[in-house]
């Protein structure tokens, strides 16, 4: 299954996507943020207690092997929107620690491998291009397999390769 995780207004008449073959995920206005009481780790796990319509991210990233994200770059980071949707995804790793490679970070929960590919969009200068690309590997660490970062000075120069 692959997911897609954007914050463009009206984006399935942007990208006419075909929703039998991709999961859509975008911003209904009702998404609250984590509130970081880890029972999507222990109490309920890969289920968020917030019970909002994000609270299975955890669940859905298990059975996903691509997953999308367009964001606007907001100085090297995603959008607000689009950083909480990850910040619920916690649940798809451990909460235990794991160090390899001399770093430590959380393993997955689920066995499946995800791809990742990023497309940023704005006006984004070369430090915002370097932060974004080093706090994305960062992430990457313990959740995808394999990375691809895309920079777009609009929304519209995604739609050409999507």
Known sequence: MDILIHDVNNIELFLKINHDEITVISDNGKIKPCICCYGCWVKTPGKCAIN??????????????????????????????????????????LPYFKTKNGETYHPKRYDNSISLTVYFYGEISDTEKETAKKYVQANCKSMFEKTEINFYKTVGGIKSIL
Do not use: A
């Open 52 to 93: 909002d319509g994000y609270n299975n991210m955890g669940t859905l990233l298990s059975k996903c092997n691509r997953l999308i994200i367009i964001s606007q770059c907001f100085y090297g980071c995603y959008s607000p929107f689009v950083k909480n949707i990850l910040d619920r995804s916690i649940s798809y790793l």
